[in-house]
């Protein structure tokens, strides 16, 4: 079997495409452009290219997109300070702060601190709850979930009823979310993470794979059961030697070209759930446009 390669790029785009038409809509119709402000504090490279990429494609959506770039030594008060003033201006309805922050930061009480109904990344304990509680209606759900999930219901449709699900990774930001967004849709989830003995012979009983760990090409073509769903939401750096010169290239927690010979479908990396969760961010920025204006989100 040689599997689909899911293309999360040209559905990003195609799903920016709508969001920029909704945009343009809600602009004309009741006069709100949606606005998102992203901050970024010290010179993290890789958070550097990231916020770019939200900024470019907040833009090309025709929103108003703000960027705060603070200082490596910032203060929290200086953060929380600025947070506040975001919270309080209404041409924002999306606040995101880029993670890693610095280590003198606290990360928690910087992330509680938006208010739940700009929390485009879904992080406020609020949201959380909702997900949680299955009250998703006015809730930001995470965005690299929700981009996966999309993904996934395009190859499988709406229902996972009877379906096994095997998440590799437990962080708040993806792990978690996702259990509950494919608990919501009926698949029967396993959660496995660092401490899982005999990881493989757990995956291999999965219908649909989600990888979001942190280790190069760590899952192989023998762990994944035959016609199985995979998604790789890993994004790994690593040096590669080809006829002697060496490049730097990214790569996924998923060994794509092996795991391509026994799955149904597979994420690539890059262009696949990257540019799907850059999205999922526009598309819960329109939402609290909307919501803000009592329009349904
Ligand atoms: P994290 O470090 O918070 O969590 C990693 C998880 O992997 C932990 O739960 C840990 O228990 C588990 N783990 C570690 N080693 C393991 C092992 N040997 N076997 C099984 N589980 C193991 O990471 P995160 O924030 O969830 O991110 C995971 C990966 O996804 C990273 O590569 C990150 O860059 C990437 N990521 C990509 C996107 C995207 O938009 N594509 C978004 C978020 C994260």
């Not at 809509?25 to 402000?37: E, F, M, N, T």
């Not at 919270?87 to 938006?114: K, M, Y």
Request: overall charge negative.
């Amino acid at each position: 079997m040689t599997a689909k390669r899911i293309d999360g790029k040209a559905k990003a785009e195609q799903l920016a495409e709508a969001i920029k038409a909704q945009t343009a809509v809600l602009l004309k119709d009741h006069g709100i452009r949606p606005g998102l402000a992203v901050v970024i504090i010290g010179e993290d490279p890789a958070s550097q290219i990231y916020v770019r990429n939200k900024k470019r494609r907040a833009e090309a959506c025709g929103f108003h997109s703000v960027q705060h770039t603070l200082d490596e030594n910032v203060s929290q008060a200086d953060v929380l300070g600025l947070i506040d003033e975001l919270n309080n201006d209404d041409a924002i309805h999306g606040i995101l702060v880029q993670l890693p922050l610095p280590d003198h930061l606290d990360e928690q009480t910087i992330t509680q601190s938006i208010l739940p109904s700009k929390d485009v990344d879904g992080f406020h304990f609020v949201n959380i709850g909702k997900l949680t509680a299955g009250h998703t209606q006015d809730a930001f759900v995470p965005c690299t979930p929700a981009g996966c999930i999309l993904m996934i219901e395009d190859e499988l449709g709406p229902d996972f009823s009877g379906k096994n699900a095997v998440i590799i990774g437990r962080s708040n930001i993806v792990g978690k979310p996702m259990a509950s967004l494919l608990m919501q849709r009926n698949a029967t989830i396993t959660v496995t993470h660092s401490r899982t003995s005999d990881l493989p012979s757990v995956v291999r009983n999965a219908d649909i794979v989600v990888a979001a760990v942190g280790r190069p090409d760590m899952v192989k073509a023998d762990w994944i059961k035959p016609g199985a769903v995979v998604i790789d939401v890993g994004i790994n750096r690593v040096e590669k030697t080809i006829d002697g010169e060496t490049k730097s290239r990214l790569t996924g927690d998923v060994d794509y070209d092996d795991v391509c010979r026994v799955a149904s479908a597979v994420t690539p990396v890059p262009g696949g759930v990257g540019p799907m969760t850059i999205t999922m961010l526009m598309s819960n920025t329109l939402r609290s446009a909307r919501l803000s204006a009592g329009l349904p989100g």
